[in-house]
């Protein structure tokens, strides 16, 4: 009895032994976990924030002529996205352009005009929640023009080798002296850009040449023609020099009008035109405006026509019979498309008179250009009959 009940009272110990120990086990681990510390724990990433969407960023371009005071509204932008590889070619509205992204891109920008070099350009557009603005302003440099001139016999259409020329911009421009190749006769030559151009050319045995020229490609080549000197006959009209000036796009030709014989008593063989009276234009008076009835240039510009060098060649002998008086060469428009284009395209026009006189041996110091477009009409502009009246040039002796 005694040896059963002992048997029981182990078996009792036993169990409770195991249990306490599964107890306490199980205490260490609750512990462990209330001890760990925050530090322990994996940390998360913090979600992107919802709720806030990206705004557009907008590229501004611009182009301008030379400096930023002259917006140039003939301009075109290429933009090729080197994302998508796709290119665009944009015309700049009065020399600007605003282009809208709502993806960012890396781009290869080109702004160019014609006559003008090209500005490269290559921008990041990024694109954030606040909007991201960028500028790019294209300064263009006028493209040289590069120019070919060259002499030849007008009666054999030879090349003359000697052929000398002098070509010059408008007043104050630097004038370019130049002489051609021994081999080739040519003169290959960089003018700054498109224009009106005074160009003269000389030769041992030939008359000179002095014409106003239009470069509007920057490829461009002008042949000279130059007539024979020859015994001075009276009885016959005196031939001129002729231009031919070609380009990639232009084909411009000018050739004298034939003219009529001028009749005169004597002619000194040391003049260097036929002499001529002042009668056109009458006597000279301080601030009495002449009009030269009969010059000519071509429409919309200042190149003189060759029929006006009879009048032109007039007012030379005027002046060289009256050495001390100094005149102002007038210019005027009608009233027909923008005032300031009026007014510089009277003064170019009264400047290419001017060269042509200063090309005849009349001192520079005696002529002074004036452009008065539109202000001083003679006639109503209600028509076409008097617009025409107001197109005119004049002659007003100053001293």
């Known amino acids: ?30 512990y462990s976990r209330i ?41 075109i932008v290429s933009i090729t996205s080197r994302t998508t590889g796709k290119t665009q070619v944009l015309s700049l509205a009065n020399g600007r352009l605003e282009q809208v992204f709502n993806e ?38 006028p493209a040289p023009i590069k120019l070919t001139v060259w002499a030849v016999d007008s009666r054999t259409n030879k090349l003359i080798h000697d052929a000398r020329f002098t070509i010059s911009g408008k007043a104050g421009k630097t004038t370019l002296l130049l002489t051609p ?48 000197k020859k015994a001075p006959d009276i009885t016959k009209a005196q031939a001129l020099p002729e231009a031919v000036v070609k380009s990639a796009k232009t084909a411009y030709v000018e050739t004298p009008a034939a003219k009529p014989a001028l009749k005169v008593p004597t002619l000194s063989g040391n003049l260097p035109m ?48 009256n050495p001390t008086a100094k005149i102002e060469i007038r210019g005027h428009t009608d009233n027909q498309g923008d005032f300031d284009l ?19 041996g009349i001192a520079k110091s005696r002529l002074t250009a004036v452009g008065r477009g539109p202000i001083d009409p003679i006639a109503p502009n209600n028509n076409e009959e008097n617009r025409k009246k107001n197109r005119r040039v004049e002659v007003v002796p100053v001293l």
């Open 274 to 321: 036929p002499a001529v009276s002042n009668k056109p234009f009458g006597a000279l008076e301080k601030g009495k405006a002449i009009p030269l009835k009969n010059i000519y240039f071509d429409q919309s510009s200042p190149v003189l026509r060759p029929e006006s060098s009879t009048e032109l060649n007039q007012l030379v002998a005027v002046l060289l019979e």
């Open 104 to 141: 960012p891109d890396v781009l290869a920008i080109e702004v160019s005009g014609e006559g003008y070099t090209t500005a490269f350009r290559s921008m990041t557009i990024a694109v954030s929640t606040t909007g991201n603005r960028y500028e790019f302003d294209a300064q263009l440099d």
């Open 342 to 360: 009026n007014v510089k395209l009277s003064r170019d026009r009264c400047q290419a008179v001017i060269d042509y006189l200063v090309g005849k």
């Open 1 to 30: 009895m005694f040896l059963q009940s002992g048997k029981v009272f182990l078996t009792t110990v036993i169990c409770l032994l195991v249990v306490g120990s599964g107890m306490a086990q199980r205490r260490d681990v609750d």
């Open 181 to 228: 190749d021994s081999t080739t006769g040519l003169v290959k030559t960089d003018l700054p850009g498109k224009g009106v151009y005074q160009l003269t050319s000389s030769a041992n045995g030939y008359g000179d040449f002095t014409k106003s020229i239009r470069l509007d490609s920057v490829q461009s080549e002008a042949r000279v023609m130059l007539t024979p």
């Open 35 to 75: 001890k760990a510390t925050p530090s322990a724990r994996p940390v998360m990433a913090s979600p992107v924030q919802s709720g806030r969407t990206a705004n557009p960023s907008i590229l501004t371009i611009k182009a301008f002529a030379v400096d930023i005071s002259k917006p140039l509204t003939s301009a």
